[in-house]
């Protein structure tokens, strides 16, 4: 229990817990301390330098890409060629006939309209449920079309940094909490539903559906924030999407699970990450177990998956081993 | 953009000869960053009060729009009435309008509603009832009202003909005409009219008694008419789209309703 609210209050800002063996199992100590023997530190250095020539693997980039790319096609064939799959945007439509309701921009109109309405309620509970089950966070690296042009943002800062031609500026994790408290009171404050003004996300989505509008500008200006100053800082200091679709994520039986047995602790997953605060489990004698379930800002992107040399990073259904 | 040595050695506030630790410094950046960014986040989103609150940019909703203030809140800004509108009428706000980006509204000379669906497709479509549910007729609707501005224009007036293609033949609007077919609407650019006194508005006006023609003279030495809008009318616009003077005799006050006259 005490894992579960870490992770939502890490989520929602705190910095990682600092190592602290009383916490630990007894196994994973003994591992620990295995591990900082000099043999085994030769042994890993030696893997590490033998690493170096290893091309990361994109198979989950890859299929996040198609993902993207497939959520979002479906609603301009659905209206274009009226075939009525997936009628709507991503802020709420019909799939095939069934209302689905983003939870964000669901919560935003109940906070500003202030009424009951059963087809939001319908909408909202059904998407709630198909998240839940295939991982929260999901939604931002598997169907948010904001994160893929982000993504695109992301490579073009990073080789300008690694030019030397910029640097990075870090802002506090809190900032989203704040702002998603702000932009919740003033949707009830107000009765509008403020932050659909600026989410990108809804932008995106329309644009790609109705044609290109002028919001596009908007969107575009955070992406050149995200190159020049600030690495991916949309995804990962402001967007109250994200939050929400975090606390999906929190009890979703799909997570990232951590094996501390194999790691080499280089921090590969860190560097690829979009929320690396998850993965201080992975620093040389942080985990508290053997296995380690990553938290609930975790994205599901596989990014770390695909980077990690031994491994230790996977993806897992939890109770699917049992139930099968 | 790489001014951050400069701000690591910049002399600290003499007040206080406090020495900060530089990570206390960098945690210092970090959040006066933080604030600002957020607060420039905060800042742009409301931005979007000034075109609702001032009404710069008034919209003619698509039928049973409730109020406007609640229509901005209850609408999810997803365009499935867009999508689902027969002639295709429905488009959705910019940038420009604010809290009103991403909610649907109609150009009525550009395209009007023509109630060609019959069954008002874009209430049943809505999925948080921002167009309400509460309306299943056309003649339930209540999108404002059309008013006579410019009647020295009409052709009525003098007892004119029209004949040939309202705005000629690029315009592509849609019309159902019934006569012609029940339910695929006809391109109005490629639609040959001819009356003999042309009464476009009111022939094709969809609302039984919303519109009539009233002659201007009692006696009989001159011939001429003009449109009168009774408490009937629903403000769909489409006697807006079809009125073939330029700029159009009518205009749509959005939102008016009959008690406000």
């Known amino acids: 229990m005490s894992g579960f609210v870490n992770s939502l209050s890490v989520m929602l800002g705190a910095k990682p817990l ?4 009383k916490r630990q199992s007894e196994e994973v100590r003994q591992l620990h301390k295995d591990k900082r023997s000099p043999e085994a530190i030769a042994e890993r250095n030696q893997a590490m330098l033998d690493e170096e020539h290893m091309k990361p693997k994109n198979k989950w980039l890859i299929r996040r890409w198609i993902s993207i790319f497939l ?49 939001l309620v319908i909408g909202f509970v059904t998407v ?43 802002l506090h994790r809190g900032t989203r909490t704040v702002l998603y408290v702000i932009f919740s009171l003033l949707a009830l404050v107000t009765g509008y539903t403020v932050f659909e003004a600026i989410s990108p996300v809804g932008i995106l989505s329309r644009a790609i559906i109705y044609g290109p509008t002028l919001a596009l500008i908007w969107v575009a200006g955070l992406l050149v924030v995200e190159i ?97 | 953009m790489s001014d951050s040595k400069k701000t690591d050695k910049a002399p600290e506030k003499k007040k206080k000869p406090k020495k900060l630790s530089k990570n206390q410094r960098k945690a210092r950046r970090e959040f006066m960053r933080s604030v600002a960014i957020g607060g420039g986040v905060v800042g742009a989103s409301l931005l979007g009060f000034f075109p609702v609150e001032k009404n710069w940019n008034p919209r003619l909703r698509p039928p049973g729009a409730i109020d406007e203030k609640d229509f901005l809140a209850a609408c999810i800004k997803c365009g499935q009435c867009v999508q689902v509108c027969p002639v295709e009428a429905i488009f959705l706000g910019d940038l420009d309008e604010g809290f009103g980006i991403g909610a649907p509204y109609i150009d009525s000379r550009a395209q009007a509603c023509d109630f060609s669906c019959d069954a008002l497709q874009c209430i049943l479509a809505c999925p948080t009832e921002a ?6 007729k056309k003649e339930q609707v209540r999108m404002g009202l059309a008013r006579v501005v410019r009647p020295n224009a009409c052709l009525a007036k003098e007892a004119k003909p ?8 690029d315009y592509n609007g849609l019309m159902r005409i019934t006569e012609i077919d029940r339910w695929v609407p006809v391109k109005l650019g490629e639609h ?12 094709y006006c969809p609302i039984p008694g919303a519109l009539d023609l009233e002659p201007l003279y009692e006696n009989a030495s001159r011939d001429g008419w003009l449109p009168v809008v009774d408490k009937e009318c629903v403000g769909c616009g489409l006697c807006d789209m079809v009125c073939p003077v330029e700029p159009s005799v009518f205009t749509i006050d959005e939102r008016k309703t009959w008690s406000d006259t």
């Open chain 1, 18 to 21: 600092a190592m602290d063996t």
């Open chain 1, 71 to 119: 959520v979002n096609i479906i609603f301009v064939i659905s209206f274009y060629f009226d075939v009525q799959l997936v009628e709507g945007a991503l802020t709420a439509s019909r799939v095939i006939g069934f209302h689905f309701a983003d939870l964000n921009s669901a919560i935003q109109v109940m906070l500003a309209h202030k009424a009951f309405l059963i087809n």
């Open chain 1, 128 to 170: 709630f449920v198909l998240w839940w089950l295939v991982g929260g966070r999901s939604f931002c690296s598997w169907a948010c079309p904001y994160h893929l042009v982000s993504e695109w943002a992301e490579m073009a800062h990073l080789w300008l940094r690694a030019r030397k031609y910029i640097k990075n500026r870090e």
């Open chain 1, 228 to 324: 020049f100053f600030s690495r991916r800082f949309w995804c990962r200091y402001i967007c109250p999407i994200g939050v929400t679709y975090a606390f999906v994520g929190s009890i979703s039986p799909v997570q990232i699970k951590y094996d501390a047995v194999e790691c080499h602790h280089d921090g590969a997953c860190r560097r690829v990450c979009l929320v690396p605060h998850v993965l201080e489990t992975t620093k040389m004698g942080y985990a508290d177990d053997m296995e380690v379930s990553i938290g609930a800002d975790c994205t599901r992107c596989g990014m770390c998956v695909d980077v990690c040399p031994t491994g230790s990073l996977a993806f897992e259904v939890k109770g699917l081993k049992s139930l099968l």
């Open chain 2, 131 to 136: 167009l309400t549910h509460k309306i299943d």
């Open chain 2, 162 to 169: 029209f004949k040939g293609t309202i705005r000629g033949p």
């Open chain 2, 192 to 203: 040959e009219f001819d009356r003999t006194v042309c009464d476009l508005c009111v022939k």
